[in-house]
């Protein structure tokens, strides 16, 4: 992935898709210039003590976690995400109030986070300061945000609060929960259903495709979302050759009309690799 100075500060491809503006007024995972600078999890100086090995959430998706504290630096420089932490209590609180039951058991109501931040342990609500839950869900084997299948259980809400509340990334919807996003012809990846539950929607999502677009043009800190990674011929390995350099959300885009058949610009390797989280 890109080096955390880089997310939220690449350029998307010409060819970035866009929203209707009254849609973005209340579009989910949007960008919002006063979120504050943060440390994210995998670059966490203590990141290896906790998320080293093992199935973990953390470990998995430190790219996007945010770091409970946020120690990152050498000497005497030290980020503190403190910042960051209330003011993403503050969305939480709004949500608390308002759909309240909509929230996973872990994120649901006052009982469980108190307040934004806490990096002291002998205070008597320590564990229900927000970055201390999130540290917790962190801890968790991956099966815990893995859906049983039916809709909405606790682990799928579990899963959209993670990203929302302890992420970079923001609400982050798949294409079935997107009404404004379908796709009718029949075997297209966008059509099949049980892509529809994986694969992320290219309206909205903001934050999700800012990031991801960092990832897949990154020159330095490759992972494994980065363009080098495509298959041979695929439109993900092609398209960024060419002038107009499309985002990654752009071809996934194009890939979603495509027949889930077409293995030759859309091989199912890369559509899985780079249009889903």
Same mark, same amino acid.
């Given at each position: 992935?890109?080096?955390? %100075? ?8 010409? #060819? ?5 503006? %009254? ?5 989910? #995972? ?23 090995? #093992? ?14 504290? #946020? ?207």
């Amino acid at each position: 992935m890109a080096s955390p %100075a880089a997310v939220g500060g690449g350029v998307l491809g010409a #060819g970035a898709i866009g929203v209707g503006s %009254a849609y973005l007024a209340g579009a989910f #995972g949007g960008l919002d210039p006063s979120e504050p600078t943060r440390v994210l999890l995998s670059r966490d100086s203590k990141f290896n003590e906790g998320y080293g090995t #093992g199935d973990k959430i953390g470990k998995d998706y430190g790219d996007y976690l945010v770091a409970p504290i #946020g120690e990152n630096g050498t000497g005497g420089t030290k980020t503190n995400n403190r910042d960051w932490w209330e003011w993403s209590y503050k969305r939480w609180h709004a949500d608390s109030k308002s759909k309240s039951g909509d929230l996973s058991d872990e994120f649901k109501s006052s009982n469980q986070v108190s307040k934004a931040f806490s990096d002291i342990t002998s205070e008597s609500d320590s564990s229900k300061a927000l970055n201390k839950v999130c540290e917790v869900v962190y801890k968790q084997q991956k099966s815990t945000i893995t859906s049983t299948g039916s809709s909405p259980d606790n682990p799928a809400r579990l899963k959209r609060d993670l990203f929302k509340y302890c992420s970079v990334l923001g609400e982050v919807k798949t294409i079935s929960e997107v009404s404004e996003e379908t796709y009718t012809t029949a075997s297209t990846y966008g059509n099949l259903p049980e892509n529809t539950k994986k694969f992320i929607a290219v309206t909205g999502n903001d934050k999700f495709w800012k990031v991801r677009n960092d990832e897949f043009y990154a020159t330095s800190d490759i992972g494994e979302k980065n363009k080098s990674k495509a298959s041979s011929g695929s439109k993900f390995e092609t398209e960024p050759k060419t002038n107009s350099k499309p985002s990654v959300r752009d071809i996934c885009r194009e890939a979603y009309k495509s027949s889930s058949s077409n293995n030759t610009n859309y091989p199912s390797d890369d559509v899985n690799k780079f249009c889903t989280l």
